[in-house]
């Protein structure tokens, strides 16, 4: 995506979703605030798979959080 055909807002980019690109997967963060709901109705409405993640235990990066991995299949 390149920037000149996104809208800037406040310093922030951002794309109006149609067509083209289209939202596959929805990574959760491990501070998401929990709105289950609001998840997975975006995720149903977007058919996109949602992974909620944690952050490693001896590494610099996320793994994917299994024990919220069902709340979102």
Do not use: W
Not at 11 to 17: L, M, N
Not at 42 to 69: F, H
């Amino acid at each position: 995506m390149r920037l000149e055909n996104c809208t800037m807002i406040d310093g922030h980019y951002f794309i109006q979703f149609g067509n083209s690109p289209k939202v596959k997967e929805i990574v959760l963060g491990c501070k998401y605030d929990n709105s289950e709901e609001y998840i997975l109705k975006l995720s149903k409405d977007l058919s996109a798979k949602v992974i909620p993640s944690r952050m490693a235990l001896e590494e610099y990066k996320m793994n994917i959080d299994g024990r919220k991995i069902k709340k979102f299949q």
